[in-house]
């Protein structure tokens, strides 16, 4: 049951279900009405006048509008809810909010979670003996913050209060008054906005009062000894005793290592940052709550968490004797009597020592918080110009989102790790000295080297879509992904090619540099490539098979995260792993996870837009489908070549950490 | 502004303030609705159904009542707010609600915080890859609990589910899910009830299905040994570094320790022990917090904490690095780098690892929870009669309590340690040995003593106030507390009293014993007594001032606590520690602190009336009120005897634990 509702004086209209507040429904439909408290009813100032419709009078109305206002049709908006359409005139702002661009050109009112209030508390005396929290909670009342608190809080009260001549800055987060500090700190109000992917974990410290990131940095995942994909990760936790203790504090420390260096650099205080929005897969942020991620790995695929979740950033410590291993039996024991050497991150995630954090929801097993964040960065589902986009996060895992404000699927593709480098033979990571791009000319190829003029060591997943969607373009490999015989391109390519072409071990390569360097792509690298995009094209088939929609429906096809953002556009078209669009429309929308998690950080109303995503989703299990495997099949070969790819006037992007180095032809 | 409802069938009408639910107030009156939520507005049983009055639908009401019901007056009453006159029909209750009969003729309806639910859930598959925790909330809600869960929880999850067969018992406390145990176990669910006196600790384990007490002890604080009262405890915490580290400590290891004895007198685990009622006097609870609790010992007197709160009982773990001295350069430093040795009792109060503790409140710094506790279950602010009580608990400190349910004062009057049988030449504890119970005769003096035929050891605190009682009522001493001269004496009184008459280092004294055993009460035991005595009735007699009321309007006097429960009315009377009343309506209602957290703890409805009785209560602050020693310095004589008391018929009351024993002259 929808309700249409429309606001006054902007005329924009909405639909929204039965329940829904008009405090949200604004919301949704981009509209920003005034609030301190975030919509919990405690701050009185949101309120709108219902014009047309039905909105019966709550408890909080009595207590913030008069009987006049009642009378006139003032309600709070974020206890009104939605029985019948209506007509709402939203008064305009009064101060003006401060906004950030986030995202994918998103516009970010500033409404962060954790709100800092500097309290002139009068002192008790013989006439006045209210209690130290009672006094607390009655000036933060006034403020409109109705909060909960806890032990720690109410042990620091009687020396903080007394030490600061009671001047204190309440640090409130959600709805949990989490700290007092003597004197007026509003100024130092921070937050942390994490993306904890498989391979590297990024972290920024962003300001709260302002929006600014003051400081970010990505560092590699310590658990990556453990594996370099999930699955290895969860079989560590599986047939290790103390595995899963192992992993979370290797994680624990990334995050700890990483903020060492943020504070140092920035001069932020780990004690003035108050919230962390972390987002990362499901198998990555179960580990970092120390939670079993086995099921999550075995049919039928089952995560313990979906839901957004808050937590103590403290209470992220890794310790081995709360867990029970599931299989002992299977489990190498070394019998130590030692304790775990585990039981160091002792304080967990070392913000301030009540920070919370807050994660945002995953779709299902294999599309994570990562990918909500990104559909909150990229307003895939929220835009209201209703058109379709693809949003793809290419890595071992291809997270698939197909969809508009009209409905969306989701799913994940098993790549492997070939985008990664792996399984290739001259593969490497995209760090210094890797191929990210690849050009080649009837005269020979010419590189893209990340760190610019230096010598190649590999190829990275870039320069692996890169180089093969040239050979194809070339005429080195056909659309069944296989290499030209020497003795058949003789003639028929350019020598300086077909000097390039060798044998190594029996199998067929092709040289990318010159004989010193030796580095060659192999028929088995391009099998690899071909089994990885095949994997990830297929998802996206099954997923507009569903819809009922073709290529040509797509208004956009949005790549995420690193590789996302280094991949040709034109080249990940030729070999088929996006569906074939006109190249403008393929845009790399960068790390989309960690824009998420820093709009979730500095918006409370944009987290629990976010936390509803999964509700607009529809998540497609792609293991229960017989179809797939066919549709895998039919998606290893390479599209069909266009008149204009055969020879692409597309110019190889050249990134800012690369340079152009042309390698002429070997002798 | 209050509100008159009427309830249907049973015509009993009640005037409740604006805004109280119908649900409450319904429970103020006495009359039971059902509900399995405790009026959370999540179990959808309390519905009523308003026959006059504004009851504006709520959302919980559409989601329980049909829009017919809704049209008919249906509405939860839980969520039904009074905004004007009202008559409400309440139906009769389906099931035949367990009760059980506590405090002072309280009958109470078992509705605890803590509820078990026995879930059969459907296993995941490809199909339904619903994630652990949000299968867990979905049959919950259908059970009508709407609940928050924790980290520990989830961490326990994908192995509790997977080793049971997804059949769990989910245990709630309040609106936490605290733990989810493999298979049914619904019929082991426990709670304790606590009452921490300065002096001795009660517990109590109490079977939460049937309201039984399973086992029940009392045992000294172990604080004891750092001085008999809170304001040696409050110093201790004050000058020594890791005083109050350490007094937290010591209670926690008196509850541990009880708990040890309780478990295995009982064979109940302390792993199915999920909620404790604590109360006890401020001071008290701030130590078992770990709370600086000097606030509370100086003027103006303000506690940290004066409402009720909820936490971990594991959390009840004294740690030295967590609390900052207030007064380091004042503190006695050993300099000592060993770790503090009190981080021993690690693991807080043993029950149960994640059971919460709730508190009653406070209403001042020197009328803590255990008054509240007494309050309750003697329902003085809530009898429907309407008549005039006084409840006072002697002890170092009177807590005093004037009231009924048209208006109720409260206040504390230092009485000094007399009453405890310290400050006495021979006075000591209550314990056996101690002389309990006096009565002069002209033949000579008969005692009670504890323990039975024993020897007399010394003078318990009742003993002492029979003592001076039937000294006064014989004329061994006058209205003024003076001790007759032994010259003034002969004639006038028995030989068999004048030879008890002595000089001891050149004061006044008479000999309650043999010479042998020679136990004398001095006129300095008289003048402390009188102290002791004219400061608790002096409180009375502030109170009754400022309500303008006199003896005459008392219905009934209370008397609390173990000294209340040994005292003889008649001669509490006589010295005037209590306003002359009828003997029989002064009343000795025992432990009424831990009835009332029995109370608390077997019904979160009673919990909540008493987490409401401070707004009904105004304290009464008497270091501030410049009249107090004018009355005080009235009440220290005693008052004109009565031609009855003159030669009394009343027997002391003996009791089981002592026997007569008839001391002849000496010779």
């Known amino acids: 049951m929808k309700y249409e509702i429309r606001f006054l004086p902007s005329e924009i209209t909405t639909r929204a279900p039965e329940g829904t507040t008009i405090f949200n429904a604004a919301n949704w439909a981009g509209l920003a009405i005034d609030s301190t408290c975030g919509g919990r009813g405690t701050c009185g100032k949101c309120k709108v006048r219902v014009e047309q419709g039905n909105a019966p009078v709550r408890e909080a109305d009595r207590k913030f509008l008069s009987p006049g206002e009642l009378n006139d049709g003032w309600r709070l908006s974020c206890r009104a809810v939605l029985h019948s359409d209506c007509v709402v005139d939203i008064p305009r702002l009064m101060g003006n909010p401060k906004a950030a661009l986030l995202g ?58 007394r030490g600061s001549n009671f001047q204190v800055t309440a640090v409130i987060v959600g709805d949990e008054l989490i700290a007092l500090e003597p004197g007026d700190t509003r100024e130092k109000n921070y937050g942390i906005a994490v993306d904890v992917g498989t391979t590297s ?13 003051e400081a970010v940095k990505s560092d ?53 940052i108050y919230e962390a929005v972390i987002v990362g897969n499901a198998t990555m942020l179960h580990l970092l709550l120390g939670i079993d991620p086995e099921p999550i790995s075995v049919a039928p695929f089952i995560p313990t968490i979906t839901q957004p979740v808050t ?63 990104g559909i909150l960065a990229t307003d895939l589902t929220r835009n209201k110009d209703g ?33 990664e480098g792996a399984q290739i033979k001259n593969g490497m990571r995209a760090s210094a000295g890797a191929i990210e791009g690849v050009t080649i000319t009837p005269q020979g190829v010419s590189l893209q080297i990340i760190g610019g003029d230096v010598e190649p060591l590999g190829i990275a997943g870039s320069g692996l879509v890169d180089a093969v969607a040239e050979m194809y373009r070339a005429g080195i490999v056909d659309a069944s992904g296989r290499m030209i015989r020497v003795e058949d391109a003789r003639g028929k390519l350019p020598d300086a090619l077909v000097e390039r072409l ?38 996206v088939e099954v997923l507009m098979q569903q819809m009922g929609v073709t290529a040509n429906d797509l208004h956009e096809v ?110």
């Open 311 to 373: 937590f103590r950033a403290a209470d992220l410590t890794p310790d081995a004797s709360s867990r029970t291993p599931r299989h002992p039996s299977t489990m190498r024991d070394d019998a130590s009597p030692h304790p775990s050497p585990y039981q160091g991150e002792g304080q967990g995630v070392r913000l301030n020592p009540e920070a919370r954090v807050s994660t945002l929801p995953h779709l299902g097993a294999y599309v994570g918080a990562d990918i909500v964040a």
């Open 201 to 213: 974990v990024v972290c920024a410290i962003v300001n709260l009062n302002t929006g600014a990131v």
């Open 104 to 161: 994918y050109g998103h516009h970010v009112i500033l409404n962060p979670n954790v709100a800092k209030i500097y309290l002139e508390l009068s002192e008790p005396n013989l006439e006045d003996q209210v209690s130290d929290l009672a006094r607390i909670h009655a000036a933060l009342d006034k403020e409109g913050y109705d909060v909960r608190s806890n032990l720690t809080l109410w042990r620091s009260l009687p020396n903080i209060l």
């Open 387 to 419: 058109k379709l986009r693809l949003l793809i996060d290419v890595g071992t895992n291809g997270e698939i989102v197909l969809g508009s404000v009209n409905g969306t699927l989701a799913t994940a593709a098993p790549a492997g790790p070939a985008f």
């Open 502 to 539: 060798v044998t190594i071990d029996g199998v067929r390569a092709f040289r990318l540099t010159d004989v010193e360097s030796n580095i060659v792509l192999t028929q088995q690298d391009i099998r690899a490539l071909q089994f990885a995009k095949g994997s990830i094209a297929a998802g």
């Open 558 to 667: 949005l790549l995420a995260g690193s590789f996302g953002s280094y991949i040709n556009p034109a080249s990940a078209r030729t070999i088929g792993l996006v569906p074939w669009v006109p190249v403008e429309k393929i845009i790399a929308v960068g790390n989309s996870a960690g824009e998420g998690a820093k709009i979730a950080l500095l918006s409370f109303r944009e987290r629990e837009a976010a936390n509803r995503i999964p509700e607009f989703i529809e998540y497609v299990e792609l293991s229960g489908r017989g179809e797939f495997n066919d549709i895998f099949t039919d998606a290893l070969a390479f599209p069909k070549l266009t008149n204009d790819e055969r020879r692409t006037t597309e110019e190889p992007r050249v990134m800012e950490i690369a340079s152009s180095v042309v390698v002429g032809p070997s002798s």
């Open 220 to 272: 590699l995942n310590r658990q990556a000894p453990f594996g370099a994909d999930v699955i290895s990760r969860v079989s560590h936790t599986m047939f290790e005793k103390e595995g899963l203790v192992e992993l979370q504090a290797r994680i624990v420390e990334t995050l700890n290592a990483l903020l060492e260096q943020l504070t140092a650099q920035s001069g932020i205080a780990r004690e003035n």
